[in-house]
């Protein structure tokens, strides 16, 4: 089994920078790949992006390309997401996810890829 732990959210202002991390334990030689998605009030559950565990491959929602970007410390065991340029959407708990195969960068974009998943942070833009 894989336990994974979300910190960093919280409340910042719109244009403001958030740092999110994901530390993983036990059987972190499972993990072939995680990533960050993200589920809004009354929404899906969606895509943010991910990132293999040796780090050669990433992927992004298309629509967050720029502002946010993913990277690992396998030292830590540790995934972070930074976010920059932060508005009112994208307010939302967001989630750490493991898998144990990376198929594809497409693959990776969906939920039923990971089997492991985080208990989510709250992150909130507002003024």
């Known amino acids: 089994q894989v336990q994974l732990v979300e910190s960093g959210g919280g409340l910042v202002q719109p244009g403001g920078s958030l740092r999110l991390s994901c530390t993983a334990s036990?059987?972190?030689?499972?993990?072939?790949?995680m990533s960050w998605f993200r589920q809004a009030p009354g929404e899906e559950r969606r895509f943010v992006a991910a990132?293999?565990?040796?780090?050669?491959?990433?992927a992004y929602a298309d629509s967050l390309k720029g502002r946010f970007t993913i990277s690992r410390d396998n030292a830590k065991n540790t995934m972070y997401l930074q976010m920059n340029s932060l508005s009112p959407k994208d307010t939302a708990v967001y989630y750490c996810?493991?898998?144990?195969?990376?198929?594809?960068?497409?693959?990776?974009?969906?939920?039923?890829?990971?089997?492991?998943w985080g208990q989510g942070t709250q992150v909130t833009v507002s003024s």
């Open positions: 996810a493991a898998g144990r195969t990376y198929y594809s960068r497409v693959r990776s974009t969906r939920s039923d890829a990971y089997s492991y």
């Open positions: 036990g059987r972190t030689l499972n993990i072939a790949v």
């Open positions: 990132v293999t565990w040796s780090g050669d491959t990433t």
